[in-house]
C-alpha cells in the first residue's frame, strides 16, 4: 500500500511538474516576442516635414541639340532650411521642346541634418517645368543615405521657380522621410 501512494504521489507531481513546464514553454516564446517588438520598433522615427532650397550656383556643362530638343547639362551647389537642414549639390539634364515645356532629371546629394542627425543623403528627382515661365515641380526619393542618416528612406516634392537670367532655382518641398 506504501507503495501505491508514492506512485500516486509522484505522478500527481509530475503532472504538476508537466502542466507548469507547459505553460512556462508557451509563455516564454510570447514574452520574448513581446518585449523584443519595442526594440524593433524603437529606432524608426517618420517624419513629415517642409522646407525651402535654393541654388547658389548654377553651371552650364552642356548644351547639344537632339532634334528639335535642346538638351542642357548643368551642375550647382545650394543651401536647404527646414526639416532638412545644409548644403546639396547637383548634377541635371534638362530637355527643353520647342514650346518651352522641359522635363528633367537630376541627382541631388545633401549634406543635411534631420532631426538631430548629420549625414549624407542622394535623391534621385524627376520633373516639368516650363522654361518661358520657369515654373517647376518634381519628385524626389532617397537613393543612398550615410553616417547618422544610414537606413533613412523617404520621398519628396519640390516646386519651384528658375531664374531666367541665373538660371538659379529656389522654391518649396515637402518631405517624409523615415528614420532607421
Known amino acids: 500500500m506504501e507503495f501505491g501512494r508514492s506512485i500516486t504521489k509522484r505522478a500527481h507531481a509530475s503532472r ?9 514553454t508557451l509563455a516564454l516564446p510570447l514574452t520574448t516576442m513581446v518585449s523584443s517588438l519595442p ?26 541639340m537632339v532634334g528639335a530638343n535642346e538638351v542642357i547639362t548643368d551642375a550647382g551647389t545650394g543651401k536647404v532650411t527646414g526639416t532638412l537642414r545644409g548644403t546639396y549639390s547637383f548634377t541635371a539634364t ?4 520647342p514650346t518651352g515645356v522641359a522635363s528633367y532629371s537630376a541627382i541631388d ?14 535623391f534621385i528627382e524627376t520633373g516639368t517645368g516650363n522654361q518661358i515661365t520657369g515654373v517647376f515641380q518634381s519628385q524626389a526619393k ?15 516634392i519640390l516646386k519651384g521657380m528658375q531664374n531666367p537670367v541665373t538660371g ?11 528614420l532607421p
Open 109 to 122: 546629394v545633401c549634406r543635411c541634418t534631420v532631426d538631430g542627425n548629420t549625414g549624407g543623403l542622394q
Open 16 to 24: 504538476s511538474k508537466l502542466v507548469v513546464a507547459f505553460f512556462v
Open 168 to 178: 538659379l532655382t529656389s522654391g518649396t518641398y515637402s518631405i517624409s522621410i523615415t
Open 94 to 97: 534638362i530637355t527643353v521642346q
Open 39 to 64: 526594440a524593433a520598433y524603437a529606432g524608426s522615427e517618420r517624419i513629415n516635414g517642409t522646407g525651402t532650397f535654393s541654388d547658389i550656383t548654377v553651371t552650364i556643362l552642356s548644351v547639344q
Open 142 to 156: 532617397i537613393a543612398r543615405a550615410s553616417s547618422d542618416l544610414t537606413g533613412a528612406t523617404g520621398t519628396a
